[in-house]
C-alpha cells in the first residue's frame, strides 16, 4: 500500500480527541496487565470517535478507502484515519504495518507465522531449517504460511553473510532464499516472506530483533504462531505478548545455550540467569514447547520431539549410493572426515583431545576437517603443535561432490542440539561416529550410527567403522530423515494437526457454505476470572515487559544498543514508519 500524496488538502489533521482516542487504543496492553476490561477502553475510544462521525474526515475516509475496509468497527476506522493523514503527507509504507490494509480479514484458510533468527545467506540452523518447514508446511491445503526473518543493514550483513554478500533490498534477498530452495525442494514454494528489523551482536554472533517483532505480522493474520528459538526471540522483547495476539503459539528449541554460555569468562553466573530468563519467556509467551532434543534446557510447557528432516538432496546421494553398491560399484573411495564451523564450541576441542590422547592408537588414519571460523588458526595451530593425523581444508557445501566418496563422518560435539550434519551423512548411506549424548539420541536407531562413551570406545568405533560397509537405508529409515516425515511430527506434538481440524470442524458445523467468522478463534477468558496459571503467566510478562523497557538494562545484560526500537536505516530499508512515529514518547 502506498501513500499518496495527492489527496493532503483534503485531508484535516488529527484533533486532541482522536489523539487521545489512539493514545488509549495503544494501551490496551497495559490496561490488560491492570485487570481493566476491554470494553472499558473500547467505549471510551468509541465515545471520543463517535463525536466526530459525521465530521469531513470520516466522509472523505468513507469515499476514498475500497469497500473491503469501510466497515463499522470503530478501532479500525481509527487506524485508517490515522493512515489517511500519513497518506496525506506523502509517506510510504509498502511492506510496512499497514501493508496488508486491503486485504479481507475473513478466509477459510489458517495463517502460519514461522518467525526465526536467522536468514539465508548465512548458514546457520535457524535460517535453513524454519524455510524448509515452511516449504513443506505450505504445501498443505488447510493453512496459509508466511516465514518472518530479520533485515540486516548493509554494516550487518558485510559481517554476517558470507564472501561479502550483501542485498540492497528485502525483495533482492527474498529471490535469493527462494532460488536455494526452491533447487533443493525441487517444488514451487507456496508462502510469503516478511522481513523485521535485526541487529547483529558481534560478541555472541546472533542477531537480535529490534523493536517488537510480533507487529511485523498483520493483526488479520495473528492466528498460529511458530517461534524458532523462543528464548532468543524474547530475551529483549518488548512488545505485544505472542499469546495475546495469536491463538496457539509454539516454540521450536534449536540451540543448547546453556552449554555455549558456560564456556564463557564468568559462564556459570550468566548460565544460572540465562536458564531462568528463559523459563520466564517459555511461560510467558507460549502455548506448547517442542525441543529437538534432551541437550537442550528442560523448560515448562516443553517436549522432547525432532521436527528437522534433512535437503531431500542428500536422500538422493544415499539413493544413488545404494544402487551403485548393488551393481557391484565402489561407492566410498575415501576414509573419514569431519565438517562444521571452526570455532571451539563445534566439537574441535573434543577431536584435538581425543587424537592427542590416542595418538598411538591411530597410527596411519587420517581425518579430513572442513569447515572456517574464528577459531581457524587457533585449532590449526595447536592440531600442528601436537602433531597430530588432521588434514584441514576450506568449508564447503556438506551436498558437495567432493564429500560424497567419504565413508565415515566422525562427529565428537557435545554442544549441539541435533546436528544436522549428522542427519545429513546419515542420509548419504555413511557410517557416522558420535558421542553417546542426548543429542545424538534420534540417530541410535540408525545402524550405521556408531556412538561412544568412552576415549577408548571412540577409537574402537573409528577401526569398526574402517573395516566395515555401511549399511543401505531402508525405506522407513530415510522417510524418517526427510521433511515429510518431519513435518507429520511436528503437526502431530505441537498440536497443530488438532487447532486446524478444530477449525475445520467448527467450519462444517456452521450449517451453511459461507465459513464461520469466529472459526478457530481462541475464547479469551474473562480478565476478572483467569486460572492462577494464567495469571502466573500474565504477571510474568508484565515483569518482562518493564524491565525489557528500560535501556539501562537492557545494556546491563547483554543487549545491542538501540535494539528497543528499530532504526532509522530500517526504517528505509523495509519502508516502515520513521521510529518516533510507530513509537511515540507516550506510547505503550
Same mark, same amino acid.
Given at each position: 500500500m502506498s501513500f499518496a500524496p495527492e489527496a493532503s488538502e483534503d485531508v484535516p489533521p488529527l484533533d486532541l480527541g482522536e489523539l487521545f482516542a489512539y493514545f488509549l487504543k495503544q494501551s490496551v496492553p497495559l490496561f490488560d496487565q491492570l485487570g481493566i476490561k476491554r470494553d472499558v477502553c473500547d467505549k471510551l475510544v468509541e465515545s471520543l470517535c463517535s463525536k466526530r462521525k459525521d465530521h469531513h474526515a470520516y466522509n472523505f475516509l468513507s469515499a476514498s478507502e475500497p469497500s473491503s475496509?469501510?466497515?463499522?468497527?470503530?478501532?479500525?476506522?481509527?487506524?485508517?484515519?490515522?493512515?489517511?493523514?500519513?497518506?496525506?503527507?506523502?509517506?510510504?509504507? $509498502?511492506?510496512?504495518? !499497514?501493508?496488508?490494509?486491503? /486485504?479481507?480479514?475473513?478466509?477459510?484458510?489458517? =495463517? &502460519?507465522?514461522? #518467525?526465526?533468527?536467522?536468514?539465508?545467506?548465512?548458514?546457520?540452523?535457524?535460517?535453513?531449517?524454519?524455510?524448509?518447514?515452511?516449504?513443506?508446511?505450505?504445501?498443505?491445503?488447510?493453512?496459509?504460511?508466511?516465514?518472518?526473518?530479520?533485515?540486516l543493514c548493509k554494516s550487518d550483513q558485510e559481517l554476517?553473510?558470507?564472501?561479502?554478500?550483501?542485498?540492497?533490498?528485502?525483495?533482492?534477498?527474498?529471490?535469493?532464499?527462494?532460488?536455494?530452495?526452491?533447487?533443493?525442494?525441487?517444488?514451487?514454494?507456496?508462502?510469503?516472506?516478511?522481513?523485521?528489523?535485526?541487529?547483529?551482536?558481534?560478541?555472541?554472533?546472533?542477531?537480535?530483533?529490534?523493536?517488537?517483532?510480533?507487529?511485523?505480522?498483520?493483526?488479520?493474520?495473528?492466528?498460529?504462531?511458530?517461534?524458532?528459538?523462543? $528464548?532468543?526471540?524474547? !530475551?529483549?522483547?518488548?512488545? /505485544?505478548?505472542?499469546?495475546?495476539?495469536?491463538? =496457539? &503459539?509454539?516454540? #521450536?528449541?534449536?540451540?543448547?545455550?546453556?552449554?555455549?554460555?558456560?564456556?564463557?569468562?564468568?559462564?556459570?553466573?550468566?548460565?544460572?540467569?540465562?536458564?531462568?530468563?528463559?523459563?520466564?519467556v517459555a511461560r510467558a509467551y507460549c502455548h506448547k514447547i517442542l525441543r529437538l532434543s534432551g541437550a537442550t534446557q528442560d523448560l515448562p510447557k516443553s517436549m522432547i520431539c525432532n521436527v528437522h528432516g534433512v535437503n531431500p538432496k542428500f536422500l538422493e546421494v544415499g539413493e544413488r549410493i545404494a544402487a551403485e553398491r548393488e551393481s557391484g560399484q565402489q561407492s566410498f573411495s575415501k576414509g573419514a572426515y569431519f565438517l562444521g564451523k571452526m570455532v571451539w564450541a563445534k566439537g574441535y576441542r573434543e577431536l584435538i583431545d581425543l587424537f592427542a590422547k590416542h595418538k598411538s592408537d591411530l597410527v596411519g588414519f587420517k581425518l579430513d576437517i572442513y569447515g572456517n571460523g574464528e577459531d581457524s588458526h587457533e585449532v590449526q595451530s595447536i592440531a600442528r603443535k601436537l602433531n597430530l593425523n588432521l588434514n584441514f581444508h576450506k568449508g564447503r557445501d556438506h551436498a558437495d561432490d567432493s564429500l560424497h566418496g567419504y565413508k565415515v563422518f566422525i562427529n565428537p560435539s557435545i554442544s549441539d542440539v541435533l546436528c544436522t550434519a549428522t542427519a545429513e551423512a546419515?542420509?548419504?548411506?555413511?557410517?557416522?561416529?558420535?558421542?553417546?549424548?542426548?543429542?545424538?539420541?534420534?540417530?541410535?536407531?540408525?545402524?550405521?550410527?556408531?556412538?561412544?562413551?568412552?576415549?577408548?570406545?571412540?577409537?574402537?568405533?573409528?577401526?569398526?567403522?574402517?573395516?566395515?560397509?555401511?549399511?543401505?537405508?531402508?525405506?522407513e529409515q530415510r522417510y524418517n530423515l526427510s521433511w515429510e516425515a518431519a513435518t507429520q511430527r511436528f503437526m502431530e506434538h505441537s498440536?497443530?494437526?488438532?487447532?486446524?481440524?478444530?477449525?475445520?470442524?467448527?467450519?462444517?458445523?456452521?450449517?451453511?457454505?459461507?465459513?464461520?467468522?469466529?472459526?478457530?478463534?481462541?475464547?479469551?477468558?474473562?480478565?476478572?476470572?483467569?486460572?492462577?496459571?494464567?495469571?502466573?503467566?500474565?504477571?510474568?510478562?508484565?515483569?518482562?515487559?518493564?524491565?525489557?523497557?528500560?535501556?539501562?538494562?537492557?545494556?546491563?545484560?547483554?543487549?545491542?544498543?538501540?535494539?528497543?526500537?528499530?532504526?532509522?536505516?530500517?526504517?528505509?530499508?523495509?519502508?516502515?514508519?520513521?521510529?518516533?512515529?510507530?513509537?511515540?514518547?507516550?506510547?505503550?
Open positions: 475496509l469501510r466497515n463499522d468497527n470503530v478501532g479500525d476506522e481509527l487506524d485508517l484515519r490515522i493512515a489517511s493523514v500519513l497518506q496525506s503527507t506523502g509517506h510510504h509504507c $509498502e511492506g510496512g504495518f !499497514w501493508r496488508d490494509v486491503q /486485504k479481507s480479514d475473513i478466509s477459510d484458510k489458517r =495463517h &502460519v507465522a514461522i #518467525v526465526t533468527t536467522a536468514s539465508l545467506p548465512w548458514m546457520t540452523g535457524t535460517a535453513v531449517n524454519p524455510l524448509f518447514r515452511a516449504a513443506y508446511l505450505a504445501k498443505s491445503s488447510k493453512q496459509k504460511v508466511t516465514l518472518v526473518v530479520p533485515w554476517v553473510y558470507p564472501n561479502s554478500m550483501t542485498f540492497n533490498s528485502p525483495e533482492e534477498q527474498e529471490n535469493y532464499m527462494r532460488n536455494w530452495l526452491e533447487e533443493r525442494v525441487g517444488f514451487k514454494t507456496d508462502f510469503k516472506i516478511s522481513f523485521y528489523p535485526g541487529k547483529f551482536q558481534k560478541e555472541r554472533r546472533s542477531i537480535i530483533p529490534a523493536g517488537d517483532t510480533s507487529q511485523f505480522i498483520p493483526s488479520k493474520e495473528a492466528d498460529i504462531a511458530i517461534l524458532e528459538e523462543p $528464548e532468543h526471540l524474547n !530475551w529483549y522483547h518488548h512488545g /505485544k505478548r505472542w499469546t495475546d495476539k495469536f491463538n =496457539h &503459539v509454539v516454540g #521450536v528449541v534449536h540451540t543448547n545455550y546453556l552449554e555455549y554460555i558456560k564456556r564463557e569468562k564468568n559462564g556459570a553466573i550468566q548460565a544460572f540467569f540465562v536458564k531462568h530468563i528463559n523459563n520466564l546419515l542420509a548419504m548411506g555413511k557410517f557416522v561416529v558420535c558421542a553417546d549424548h542426548p543429542s545424538n539420541d534420534f540417530f541410535r536407531s540408525f545402524p550405521n550410527c556408531l556412538t561412544y562413551k568412552t576415549s577408548e570406545d571412540f577409537v574402537a568405533r573409528v577401526k569398526e567403522a574402517m573395516t566395515r560397509y555401511p549399511q543401505p537405508l531402508t525405506p498440536e497443530l494437526d488438532k487447532v486446524l481440524n478444530d477449525s475445520s470442524n467448527d467450519c462444517s458445523s456452521s450449517g451453511g457454505t459461507e465459513p464461520d467468522r469466529s472459526a478457530g478463534r481462541r475464547t479469551r477468558q474473562p480478565v476478572s476470572a483467569p486460572s492462577i496459571s494464567d495469571a502466573v503467566d500474565g504477571g510474568l510478562a508484565f515483569a518482562h515487559y518493564c524491565l525489557t523497557g528500560s535501556e539501562l538494562l537492557r545494556l546491563s545484560t547483554g543487549a545491542v544498543p538501540g535494539t528497543r526500537d528499530y532504526n532509522k536505516q530500517h526504517s528505509a530499508d523495509l519502508r516502515l514508519l520513521p521510529p518516533q512515529v510507530q513509537n511515540p514518547i507516550y506510547g505503550w
